[in-house]
């Protein structure tokens, strides 16, 4: 509603700017008796009734101002669409590292059996004098440290709960279930897509689609239309003026040959201003909005700089994630084993539980 509402504020401003150009028509009466000088009435004779048509022909200020004001809607409608991108990309984050935290809270729930089974153990190897007093401590704080553990994960939970919640405006009493969706696996010539080539290919898309490199381009092309329209106020205006006024006899003079002025009195031409001795303003006041220009483009570089250097740190994190996947999957592989080995030894009784757990 917020966005919505500086759209609809930005375009009002444009409507208004650009109705200078259309002739505003204002019809009236300024009835009054008179004798006497005349006196005007608001700039009009006193007449039974009266007319006027006024409209910008030649104002290239109030031109440059309308462009000006039609690019900073457009930055509006830019900023907005980054806003809802922004959400849906908070949305999701969060959503998966909810999923994330719950899967290893999961884990971590299982594991502390193991954890129990393993201190039962020591501590009565202890008490039988088989290991020294000092393990059956190792094991108390091993089991100390996992209960902490779970007790961290289970309130991020809580907390990544709560805070999707607030993004999608849920009742407190929702729940939200995730559901685990793993991503397929790479396949050989997907590795194509992690080249050099094909990371400079998404920096390009990234400018040509991110919303915050539009918002910015187009308070760039306002800052621009500003700096031509303090450009152009040394420049003569023209504006379009036409009166119409019904004078009857108690309006007009009643006295001498005034008396003999018609009722019906037009009057047609143009209002032209000519700027002179401005020059010093207008200078002082297209050195500001060049000033403003020269921050705008700067500040559309840098921005075109940190989504370039975001984009590359992505695919940074993507090869070392892959290696780091492949790393997970030989010591999974290594762990099976060892556990395949112990187990044996186990069942032949050549390995403890302790060793088995």
Do not use: C
Request: aromatic residues 4%; hydrophobic residues 40%; without cysteine.
């Amino acid at each position: 509603h917020i966005i919505q509402a500086q759209q609809d504020a930005a375009q009002s401003a444009i409507n208004e700017a650009r109705s200078a150009f259309i002739p505003a028509f204002f019809l009236g009466s300024g009835a009054a008796y008179t004798r006497g000088t005349s006196q005007l009435i608001e700039g009009q004779p006193p007449s039974l009734g009266n007319a006027v048509l006024i409209g910008q022909l030649v104002n290239q200020p109030l031109k440059h101002a309308v462009e000006e004001m039609r690019a900073n809607a457009r930055a509006v409608t830019a900023g907005s669409v980054g806003r809802r991108d922004d959400l849906i990309w908070r949305v999701a984050t969060t959503y998966l590292d909810l999923e994330h935290t719950r899967g290893e809270l999961e884990v971590a729930t299982k594991e502390s059996d193991s954890l129990a089974k393993i201190q039962a153990l020591m501590l009565e190897r202890v008490k039988e004098g088989q290991e020294l007093p000092s393990e059956g401590t190792r094991a108390r704080l091993n089991v100390a440290r996992h209960h902490q553990h779970l007790l961290e994960l289970q309130g991020r939970s809580t907390l990544l709960e709560a805070t999707l919640k607030s993004m999608l405006s849920l009742p407190e009493d929702h729940r939200v279930r995730t559901v685990s969706e793993p991503l397929a696996a790479l396949q050989p010539g997907d590795f194509s897509y992690d080249s050099a080539e094909e990371e400079n290919r998404a920096v390009k898309r990234a400018w040509e689609n991110s919303p915050e490199l539009k918002k910015l381009a187009f308070e760039v092309q306002a800052k621009e239309s500003r700096v031509r329209g303090e450009e152009s106020q040394k420049y003569p205006q023209l504006e379009l003026v036409a009166n119409y006024a019904f004078l009857s006899r108690e309006t007009r003079f009643v006295t001498g040959n005034l008396n003999s002025l018609t009722p019906n009195n037009v009057q047609l031409g143009t209002s032209i201003k000519i700027p002179l001795f401005g020059n010093a303003r207008i200078a002082a006041r297209v050195g500001e909005a060049n000033a403003e220009l020269i921050q705008a483009k700067n500040t559309l570089e840098a921005a075109k700089r940190r989504i370039a250097l975001d984009v590359r740190q992505a695919f940074q994190q993507s090869r070392e994630a892959g290696a780091a996947r492949e790393v997970a999957r030989l010591e999974l592989e290594l762990a099976r084993e060892n556990t395949s080995v112990t187990l044996s030894r186990f069942q032949e009784g050549r390995a403890g539980a302790k060793e088995l757990e």
